[in-house]
């Protein structure tokens, strides 16, 4: 038995939650990482804010009046913006939504301000003008978006967010079966096919 484990099962979900039905290290055993990806942070069209110094000396200005939306409490969206408010010293407003595609109609739509999402997924609305880049939320510039600066950059050192997912199977799986499972994921992944899905998707 195999599962696709998302970053919040394993890492996020054991620190949010009191109770769950699973425990991490006693339930599952790890096989293998399939993919990992930062987040970019994007605005609506119209904010008059354009950079993240601007968008932070709005939000001291006029705490909780800037709106950041993610898919849920305790999600990587919205710890990314906890973290960003500890460094910052600001507060902002928290929309919570059931998945990224009414997130992104509502920043389309204007009644959003900020998210911070995957790239490849909304490269064509950047490219259509209905959402606004504002930085990167990596260690360093992507390589796909070189003239896009970083969080970092605008003086928030170690500010990253994203998200990863991995192969994890039951507790007590024999070590050559996963070993067996890790290589032909491995094998798999490196392929040309993988590659190209992996690179439309994240």
Known sequence: TLLVAPQNL?????HVYRKLPY??????APVAMLIEYNYVMVARPSLAQKTVPEL????????????????????????AQLLLEQMAGVK???????????????????????????YAPIQGQIQ???????????????????????????GYAGFTSGTWFSFVTRAGTPASIITRLNTETNKAMRSNEFVKIGRAHV
């Not at 006029?62 to 710890?79: A, D, M, R």
């Open 10 to 14: 394993l890492c996020i979900n054991p």
């Open 23 to 28: 425990d991490v290290k006693r339930d599952f």
């Open 56 to 79: 932070i000396a709005y939000a001291r200005a006029n705490p909780g009046k800037l709106s950041h939306g993610t898919t849920g409490e305790g999600s990587s969206g919205h710890v």
């Open 92 to 118: 902002i407003n928290h929309i919570p939504y059931k998945g990224n595609a009414p997130m992104i109609a509502d920043l389309m739509g204007g009644s959003l301000d900020i998210a911070m999402l995957g």
């Open 128 to 154: 259509a003008g209905k959402l606004r880049l504002i930085a990167a939320a990596a260690e360093k510039r992507m390589a796909d978006l070189p003239d896009l600066p970083t969080v970092a950059e605008a």
